[in-house]
């Protein structure tokens, strides 16, 4: 089975953009949020009635679960309450393929990503003896402006796709087999209004790593006679988004179909032989 659980809590208006890419290509959907509508820095966001309203409407095929759980733990930082959630989610998705997706992150052209996973099953029937993570690589919205978003197209790569019931530090498993797929995921992240993007530098999983402040004021400085000039802007490691690009669309699902026109997406074959040995090794070694 194909299973995908979402982290919902003060951008939940993206949900739906996210979810249709993927819902009809999926056998279950888990949707975590807050029981006590706390962010992971302990602040407190708002999710109207209308949301789960038009959740409801949107499931025709009883595909999605909410899991309502307490997130936040005042003696824990960000970063650990990020990976608690998420392990916790995990354990509530049980068995098959893992997809963890934030609700910013929209991943055009999913039925590839679905036939290549059903293709590869037999790794989730005994994933301790082939435990796997499948990596993506994240196309950045960074700015909205009046005509068009700013992006950051790199080789930026984040954990997306696993077979296990564990992570490490928030979705990342660094110590099984990482294999990438090439395959490109459109992330909103920065390109919200003023408001939002106060809202989560003050509150995301990295809000004590780097002067939220002053990189707030350099992203509204930006615009579109002077986005060229900037080099080298990611707030943790600056080289990640060495420059940025610029799409003409009005809106969010135009810009992912503009995109995915000159983009298509083309998955790294897995070597099948490489992890049937690894796992044959791992059963003669407990014998």
């Not at 796997?132 to 700013?150: E, H, M, N, Q």
């Amino acid at each position: 089975m194909i299973k995908v659980g979402f982290l919902v809590s003060y951008d939940y208006s993206l949900f739906l953009i996210s979810v249709k890419q993927l819902y009809n290509d999926v056998d279950k959907i888990f949707v975590a949020i807050d029981k006590e509508r706390k962010t992971w820095s302990g602040n407190k966001f708002v999710i109207p009635n209308s949301f789960f309203d038009e959740v409801k409407q949107f499931d025709t095929q009883n595909k999605i679960e909410f899991y309502f759980d307490a997130f936040y733990v005042e003696d824990l930082s960000p970063i650990e309450c990020d990976t608690r959630e998420r392990n916790m989610l995990l354990k509530r998705m049980g068995n098959g393929w893992l997809i963890q997706l934030d609700i910013d992150e929209y991943v055009y052209d999913f039925k590839k990503i679905a036939n290549y996973l059903r293709r590869n099953w037999y790794l989730t029937v005994f994933p301790k003896l082939t435990p796997i993570v499948f990596r993506a690589r994240w196309i950045t919205l960074f700015k909205k402006l009046s005509d068009g978003y700013l992006y950051v197209e790199n080789n930026e790569s984040f954990p997306f796709i696993t077979n296990m019931q564990h992570y490490e530090v928030c979705r990342s498993n660094g110590s099984i087999r990482n294999h990438n797929l090439n395959f490109k995921v459109i992330h909103q992240s920065w390109a919200r209004s003023e408001d939002e993007i106060y809202f989560k530098i003050n509150n995301w999983g990295h809000c004590d790593d780097f002067d939220t402040q002053r990189y707030f004021e350099f992203w509204k400085s930006l615009n579109s006679t002077n986005y060229k000039e900037c080099k080298n802007i990611h707030p943790l490691s600056p080289e990640v988004w060495n420059e940025l690009h610029f799409l003409q669309s009005s809106s969010i699902d135009e810009f992912i179909e503009k995109y995915k026109l000159n983009n298509k997406q083309v998955l790294i074959p897995i070597d099948n032989k490489k992890i049937i040995k690894a796992a044959i090794k791992k059963l003669i070694c407990r014998e």
